[in-house]
């Protein structure tokens, strides 16, 4: 296994010696696999190319807070707190926003394959060029006047939700030296209590940078990995004005989604 740098500020590792971490954990993955047939279905918390991991992951045991507890102050969400137009992130200003129109659709489905209904989807991401409006990313790429990247939308009778959003660009991180993340789509949605909240992202079809970005190899699997990339789907496509993807969001059971957990989020990547 190659030496790992564990210095969570080491930036000026390199993409070959990130790619060189990155496939001794994958081998060693792939052999345990082999020998016990066990698959690991979510991300690695601790996963040493993704350098902030280490610091950010629990080293303790989880604290488990009483559900109803918290459920007597924390906000609830509704039908009624979000418009129907929130879900178009083309519309909020005075103006198109520049790149290429999506529209991102898909369904929320339990580990038996049963609807999510009435589920508040939130989601955020970078603009065409890669950058978010947020203080702490200031890479030189340009802001959009016309796109701010947030969004919510409420799931349908069948689970269903649909945003209309740009397709967001890769963007540089400090993860490394020269390091990018694919682009993406961070989601989170909020289930029937505030405690449920689930927060992942998705990805597009055949993005080059999933080989080289150490927060989407700390899933090692290869098959929940592809469970976070959404499939191009024409019959998505509007004529003359978007294309579109789809991807559906399993909460629970052996296909779910990969979820961040709650002490190793990171949003701003
Ligand atoms: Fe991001």
Redesign the pocket.
């Known amino acids: 296994m190659a030496e790992q740098n564990t210095n969570p500020d080491a930036a000026s590792a390199s993409q070959e010696e990130i790619n060189a971490e990155i496939s001794a954990i994958g081998s060693a993955y792939r052999r345990d696999v082999e020998q016990t047939g066990e698959e690991e279905a979510s991300a690695r918390l601790s996963y040493p190319p993704y350098r902030s991991s280490l610091l950010r992951s629990p080293t303790k045991s989880l604290h488990h807070a009483d559900p109803e507890e918290i459920e007597l102050h924390s906000p609830a969400f509704g039908e009624r707190d979000v418009h129907i137009l929130e879900s178009d992130l083309t519309i909020q200003h005075g103006g198109e926003p520049i790149g290429e129109r999506i529209v991102v659709t898909g369904r929320i489905l339990d580990g038996d394959g049963r609807p999510i209904r009435h589920q508040l989807v939130e989601v955020w991401q ?1 603009n065409a060029a890669g950058r978010y409006v947020h203080k702490r990313d200031q890479h030189p790429a340009p802001l959009d006047p016309n796109f701010t990247g947030v969004g919510r939308a409420i799931t349908g009778p069948n689970g269903e939700y649909s945003f209309t959003t740009i397709k967001p660009a890769p963007y540089p991180w400090k993860n490394h030296y020269n390091a990018w ?1 694919p682009a ?1 789509i ?1 989601f989170s949605l909020f289930g029937t209590d505030f405690t449920q909240r689930l927060i992942t992202q998705m990805y597009f079809p055949g993005d080059p940078l999933f080989d080289l970005d150490p927060i989407y190899q700390s899933i090692t699997d290869q098959k929940a990995r592809d469970r976070l990339v959404a499939t191009y789907d024409h019959s998505v496509a509007g004529h003359e004005w978007n294309t579109g993807y789809r991807w559906d969001i399993v909460l629970s059971g052996s296909n779910r989604t990969w979820f961040e957990s709650d002490a190793a989020r990171d949003e701003e ?1």
């Open positions: 970078a993340r993406h961070h990547h």
